[in-house]
């Protein structure tokens, strides 16, 4: 069965600081992976996705994240964050079971401080 | 740019109480799914249908829950009786392919006193 475990709770950082937010799974098989962000009392929204080729997918809102088989992990980035990327992050990874249902994990919450 | 409509934003219920929530994909999506999630979690899955068929309702706690998406396009989904620990964001999402990830609605806030 796939997992997702977001490492950390909450990011604090500077506006215009660079940021990293984790994202390890597991999996028996290839997945496809997302990462969704979600304002308050707001529905999540499609930052980008990996589904195969380039290991770098570039997203919405200056984001990118690296695909690491091997370390089966799913980073976030962003090389100078503002006020406006405070939210929530939620990571997800997908595999075939019928169909690719995905799996969330339980989100990183990102606080940009001016 | 298409949006995934739900209905109510806010809800305030009281215990054993029946309440709903309505969902209206976007159009052409055959895919809908409905996710709960509880504050400080990421969503959990609850069912999901392809056109009028529900495909995986393995986690939806079918003593008070129930779902239809009777024509293939909007759903419903009911708790009957709610209960305090219901408490929750209900959301909608619908695709095309799941590989290309959802686009989710708003949801609906749901407290339950």
């Known amino acids: 069965a796939q997992s997702v475990t977001q490492l950390d709770s909450q990011v604090p950082v500077f506006e215009e600081a660079p940021v990293e937010l984790r994202c390890n799974y597991s999996?028996?098989?290839?997945?496809?992976l997302f990462w969704y962000v979600q304002y308050p009392n707001q529905g999540l929204q499609l930052l980008l996705k990996?589904?195969?080729?380039?290991?770098l997918v570039k997203g919405i809102n200056g984001f990118e994240a690296e695909f690491n088989k091997s370390q089966t992990s799913f980073h976030l980035r962003k090389p100078s964050v503002h006020i406006s990327d405070t939210a929530e992050y939620f990571c997800?990874?997908?595999?075939?079971?019928?169909?690719?249902?995905?799996?969330f994990g339980r989100g990183t919450s990102l606080i940009v401080h001016p | 740019e298409a949006e995934v409509a739900q209905s109510p934003r806010y809800k305030i219920t009281e215990k054993s109480q029946a309440v709903a929530f309505w969902c209206d994909p976007i159009?052409?999506?055959?895919?809908l799914y409905w996710y709960r999630q509880i504050l400080g979690q990421g969503p959990e899955l609850l069912v999901q249908?392809?056109?009028?068929?529900?495909?995986?309702d393995s986690q939806l706690p079918k003593d008070r829950f129930s779902a239809e998406r009777l024509k293939g396009v909007d759903s419903t989904l009911k708790i009957q009786p709610a209960e305090l620990g219901d408490s929750a964001m209900y959301l909608c999402?619908?695709?095309?392919?799941?590989?290309?990830?959802?686009?989710f609605g708003s949801g609906t806030r749901l407290t339950v006193v």
């Open positions: 997800a990874v997908s595999d075939w079971h019928g169909s690719y249902i995905p799996t």
């Open positions: 999402a619908s695709s095309n392919r799941d590989k290309d990830g959802y686009t």
């Open positions: 249908f392809q056109d009028e068929s529900v495909v995986d």
């Open positions: 999996s028996s098989v290839s997945v496809y």
């Open positions: 990996y589904l195969s080729g380039s290991t």
């Open positions: 159009s052409g999506h055959a895919t």
